[in-house]
């Protein structure tokens, strides 16, 4: 018989069974209920909702997956969740989803995914997670949600604000700020300057009112891609004042019919003008607005950056003025608000134009410079040098056109002129003194040349077509053109040295070629610069200068040509010094072809007297 106690244990025990099963279910119902009900907001509602694990694996999307980004269940398990999104907003997403597991706090964030069709769709994110057992984050519920239409109707409402709505330019507020930006930047670096130029269209209240405004507002939106297709241009001098998506800060549209223009990195006044008149030449083409055919033209004025502008305002007021005096002078012209400066920059371009003109018209002559042995007083080589023999202004030196002709692409192609001229007439020369010891000629290079691609090639045409021996040129390239790209300077060298082509230092002295450098470069030569002959008796310290570069010279068994030697008093230093070659007035001149032949078949060339040129 069981004792009366037990049967109220045994029922107190059943009891709880019981209770602790019905509770089981209860929870098991709860649980079902749960996921029953976040099964149908999951796959009912319009956003996003995706549960993902620690590492990033999708363990769930909902439906909205396909509805907005088009792809299905399977697609999207078959890669993690950062792989669609874009690139340059991974490492936020990441940072975002581990703030979420380090602090239990999701916070919302922007980011773009890619659509399956290519396209890219910005979504608002918010995540929260889900902890296991022992209270670590197990997984992240993050809902999504399709922001693309509104980001791109606030993006139209910004550039709205900024933009002309005829011509899609900036307008008068985008381009204001950028001046205001670039005058800030300028007055912290003076010596970064910057021009603005104002075009405006002659006559066009004339043409607004006699056509109609409907053609007037086509005048003016071509006139605005003309403008723009003129500084986009490859070889203009101007680059953008800053890169921005959508939008060219260099061309703005002030209102009515006036645009205005930012060209930074302008180094001379005749670089904001070439642009002008590249805008006045795209102004000649007609215009055909239905059917018919408009002439248009503008007038533009042009003001360029100084300290004595305290505003950035009154840079624009001075483009203004010289945009009003180009027009009271007839309209369709350029004119800059300094007239002084207008005047250089109208030289300049002419000079430039003549240029152009002087190779084809064979203008350009080549002078020649004897180099004589300083022991024998025999001639060892010429230097060949450039002239242009201007029609109007007769023999110019090349420092007064050398900046034009490289700004106009012109110096690569008169380089490579003067070397042929000099191999050919070397190569007359020989013809002409069978018997005399044969004499080397020396060119020039520039850096532009030394850096082409053509400049070898050329160099090889040159002596193939001549049939002279390598060895009889020598190239001359300053410190600066030596020391500007240390690495490509060594191997074209060395390529030359085998080539059998000497090459000398010239100007050395007056540059930085540092001595680790020099030892580098296979050289035949240093020239002494003329400005340390000039000196050296004159002052101590430069006479010290010299002996220590004759020195060094022989320390890497260079030759060494002192030039501008202009006194006998300087040649018997140099002499003493043991200087090999020298150049300069006492000997010669540049002279013309003939007259160096002339020297040529002369036993010693005589010394002028000391002290004369």
């Known amino acids: 018989m069981i004792p009366a106690w037990n049967w109220v244990a045994l029922g107190t025990f059943t009891t709880l069974v019981v209770w602790q099963e019905f509770r089981v279910h209860s929870i098991k119902r709860e649980a079902k209920k749960r996921d029953e009900l976040f099964q149908i907001v999951t796959e009912n509602a319009a956003d996003m909702i995706a549960l993902v694990d620690v590492k990033g694996r999708r363990l769930y999307n909902s439906p909205a997956y396909r509805r907005v980004l088009g792809y299905s269940a399977a697609e999207l398990g078959e890669t993690t969740a950062f792989e669609q999104i874009h690139p340059d907003d991974r490492f936020k997403v990441l940072q975002a989803a581990q703030e979420a597991r380090s602090t239990g706090v999701g916070r919302k964030l922007e980011y773009r995914i890619r659509h399956k069709d290519g396209t890219w769709r910005v979504l608002e994110s918010m995540a929260g997670i889900i902890r296991d057992d022992k209270g670590d984050v197990a997984k992240l519920v993050i809902v999504n949600r399709d922001i693309t239409d509104r980001k791109r109707a606030e993006e139209q409402a910004e550039h709205s604000s900024f933009h002309d709505g005829l011509t899609g330019l900036p307008n008068r507020r985008l381009f204001l700020d950028r001046l205001q930006n670039l005058f800030e930047r300028s007055q912290r670096s003076p010596d970064q300057r910057y021009a603005l130029l104002v075009a405006d269209l002659d006559g066009f209240k004339a043409l607004n009112d006699s056509l109609g405004a409907a053609v007037g507002d086509e005048v003016m939106a071509e006139t605005g891609r003309r403008l723009d297709a003129c500084l ?37 006044p005749s670089d904001a003008m070439r642009a002008a008149n590249r805008i006045l030449a795209a102004m000649t083409a007609l215009i055909v607005v239905k059917g018919s055919e408009v002439r248009a033209s503008v007038s533009v004025g042009i003001a360029l950056s100084s300290p004595a502008h305290k505003h950035a305002d009154q840079l624009l007021q001075d483009a203004d003025v010289a945009m009003r005096r180009a027009k009271a002078l007839g309209g369709a012209r350029c004119e800059m608000f300094d007239e002084a400066m207008h005047t250089r920059a109208v030289n300049r371009l002419q000079l ?15 002078f020649y410079q004897p180099i004589m042995n300083l022991e024998t007083k025999q001639i060892a080589a010429f230097e060949a040098l450039l002239r242009w023999q201007h029609p109007d202004q007769g023999l110019i030196s090349p420092y007064k056109f050398i900046d034009a002709a490289e700004d106009v692409g012109l110096l690569f192609a008169t380089g490579r002129w003067l070397i042929l001229q000099a191999c050919r007439q070397l190569r007359t020369w020989e013809k002409e003194n069978p018997g005399s010891t044969p004499v080397n000629v020396s060119v020039n290079i520039s850096a532009r040349q030394f850096a082409d691609a053509r400049f070898i090639p050329d160099l090889q045409a040159a002596i193939r077509e001549t049939g002279i021996e390598p060895a009889r040129i020598q190239l001359e390239m300053t410190e600066n053109v030596a020391g500007a790209d240390p690495k490509l300077t060594v191997t074209l060298l060395s390529y030359l040295k085998h080539l059998g082509i000497g090459v000398v230092l010239d100007d050395f002295g007056s540059g930085s070629c540092s001595l680790t450098g020099l030892r580098q470069f296979p050289l035949e030569a240093l020239k002494i610069d003329r400005l340390l002959i000039g000196e050296m008796l004159a002052d101590r310290g430069t006479y010290d200068t010299v002996d220590l570069i004759i020195l060094l010279a022989r320390k890497l068994k260079l030759k060494v040509i002192a030039e501008g030697i202009e006194t006998t008093k300087q040649l018997e230093s140099l002499r003493a010094l043991g200087c090999d070659l020298g150049q300069g007035y006492l000997f010669s001149q540049p002279v013309e072809a003939r007259a160096a032949g002339e020297l040529l078949s002369q036993p010693a060339p005589q010394v002028k007297t000391a002290g004369t040129r």
């Open 232 to 268: 986009r241009d490859e070889d203009t001098v101007s680059r953008v004042v800053e890169e921005a998506p959508g939008w060219n800060p260099v061309l703005s549209r002030m209102g009515g019919d006036e645009f205005t223009m930012l060209l930074e990195g302008v180094t001379d």
């Open 352 to 366: 430039e134009s003549e240029l152009r003109q002087a190779l084809e018209k064979n203008e350009f002559r080549v």
